[in-house]
């Protein structure tokens, strides 16, 4: 099959489902446990198909993340699920993804991904008006492997490698540079605190 599809909202397919009131050793266990359920997940669905899929979307909205230009190419047989290739854009880079999911909660998950070029400015939420990320990009590559039947098991069980860097960042709001020369000559706290109002007033 070849599907295109022009925007999938994530957010307006979650709903909350009907819960009954927890026992105690519901509760312990869910604490125990937080935030990864312990909820049995299922792949046997797996099993029942073979399918060779190619699919295009134009956006995908969540409340986090917005991805742009996707294009999913996956095979499954033998109740696997193999993501043979993931591109996407996402905070204005390149994401690019494989992996592969077994019905056999035996065989591992393996995933692969990552992000090049994204920028910070589109990244980093602005905490204040004054204080912003105004340049710099950010890579990011992730292999890792797990295997469970849960959330929590997943997570237990995760292992691999994970790369993060940031070059050419830039920040407006406040001067370093003037802060630590200032920190030289400074030997009172009032001092320090009138040298610091200046600086995270101005700068970059």
Do not use: H
Not at 45 to 51: E, G, Q, R, S, Y
Not at 107 to 133: H, R, T
Request: aromatic residues 6%; proline residues 2%.
């Amino acid at each position: 099959t070849d599907l295109k599809i022009t925007t999938v909202n994530l957010d307006a397919l979650s709903t909350e489902p009907i819960k009954s009131s927890p026992t105690t050793s519901q509760v312990q266990d869910d604490r125990s446990s937080a935030p990864w359920s312990q909820n049995k997940i299922d792949l046997s669905f797996l099993n029942k198909f073979d399918a060779d899929m190619t699919i295009i979307i134009q956006k995908i909205i969540t409340s986090n993340l917005n991805f742009d230009n996707t294009k999913i190419s996956a095979i499954v047989t033998n109740g696997i699920l193999n993501i043979k290739s993931l591109n996407s854009k996402l905070y204005g880079g390149v994401l690019e993804a494989s992996g592969q999911i077994s019905s056999q909660t035996t065989q591992p998950i393996n995933f692969k991904a990552s992000l090049k070029g994204a920028e910070l400015k589109n990244l980093v939420q602005q905490q204040s008006n004054k204080i912003k990320v105004t340049q710099g990009t950010i890579n990011f590559a992730v292999d890792v492997k797990t295997k469970g039947t849960s959330q929590i098991q997943y997570v237990n069980n995760l292992f691999g490698s994970a790369e993060l860097s940031a070059v050419n960042g830039k920040v407006s709001g406040f001067d370093l540079q003037k802060i630590l020369d200032g920190l030289k000559n400074l030997n009172n706290l009032d001092g320090i605190l009138r040298m610091l109002d200046v600086s995270f007033s101005e700068g970059e």
